[in-house]
């Protein structure tokens, strides 16, 4: 009899399963319409060269996180039996701090610097962009998911139920499906998440959800898809060298903290948003 925890990572397989239907679709779609250059091609091939650092560093990293959450599993004074209804509530919890990890990588400069520009960098969104996720990201996003261990969720069920939420955001890495009606208002959806990944001022800091959008409409970081979405960064890296893919914000956090006076100050620009500057006498 399959498990709670096998039907969940079941599911997340079926879900990575996609990208082998939109992938093609998404390359399909650019020979149509003339757009599957050299330069696209190489833009995709920038979007999947962090594949070669996660894969790496993944089995270090899994040992790690694997052994803080039976830690954390430890030292929690109750245990939660996983059963479906339980795998549910624990969905919900995961894919509420996902909201705030995401939102924290985006609003405190530090995270967006080391790691996750890497994801917004690219200027075009397909299903390769999925693989543009800096190693760094996984030295840093397990750690929001510890409380849900401490209150009695099994660590094996909270791993599961993220992986699921990663999973799940394989498809909406694409322009090939349109807007969903009132799938839009709930979910995460391609427009959605178009919507995110866009530069125009209107787009920025919006949508961060994984699976469900309600959390941004609760906190105030909802926005529908009005006009067709820039893609990128607001200062663009220009290039798709796997080195500058990775390295290009920190690079620029860095020389940041040389023009700027004061340790305090200094300190201050990895805490704030990016754009934060100290104000000058």
């Known amino acids: 009899m399959i498990t709670t925890v096998e039907a969940v990572n079941g599911l997340a397989i079926l879900l990575n399963c996609i990208i082998f239907v939109l992938l093609p679709l998404e390359i399909w779609r650019r020979w149509k319409k ?3 250059n ?20 993944g089995a270090f990293v899994l040992a790690v996180v694997s052994a803080f959450y039976l ?32 939102r924290c990588s985006h609003r405190i400069r ?14 075009q969104f397909d299903q390769t962009t999925t693989f543009r996720i800096s190693f760094v990201d996984s030295f840093f996003t397990p750690w929001f998911y510890l409380p849900i261990i401490l209150i009695g969720f099994s660590p094996t069920i909270v791993f599961a139920c ?9 498809w909406v890495h694409t322009e090939s499906i349109g807007k969903l009606k009132w799938l839009d208002a709930w979910l995460n959806t391609p427009s959605n998440h178009r919507v995110h990944h866009g530069v125009q001022a209107l787009y920025q800091d919006k949508n961060y959800g994984a699976v469900l959008i309600v959390w941004d409409r609760i906190f105030g970081t909802y926005q529908r898809e009005e006009e067709a979405p820039i893609y990128g960064i ?12 990775h390295f290009c914000e920190l690079g620029r956090l860095w020389r940041d903290m040389g023009k700027t ?15 934060w500057s100290a104000k000058k006498d």
């Open 34 to 36: 003339r757009k599957l």
């Open 71 to 102: 830690a954390a599993g430890e030292m929690s004074p109750w245990e939660i039996p996983t059963t479906p209804i339980s795998a549910f509530i624990c969905l919900l919890l995961v894919d509420f701090m996902y909201y705030w990890d995401h």
């Open 234 to 245: 607001t200062h663009p890296i220009n290039s798709v060298n796997p080195w500058t893919v």
């Open 261 to 275: 006076k004061g340790w305090f100050n200094r300190l201050a620009i990895w805490l704030m948003p990016p754009g």
């Open 110 to 123: 530090g995270l967006w610097a080391l790691y996750h520009s890497v994801h917004h960098s690219s200027p």
């Open 162 to 170: 993220f992986t699921l939420i990663l999973s799940y955001q394989t």
């Open 38 to 57: 050299w330069s696209a091609i190489k833009e995709m091939a920038a979007s999947v060269s962090p594949l070669i650092p996660d894969l790496l560093t």
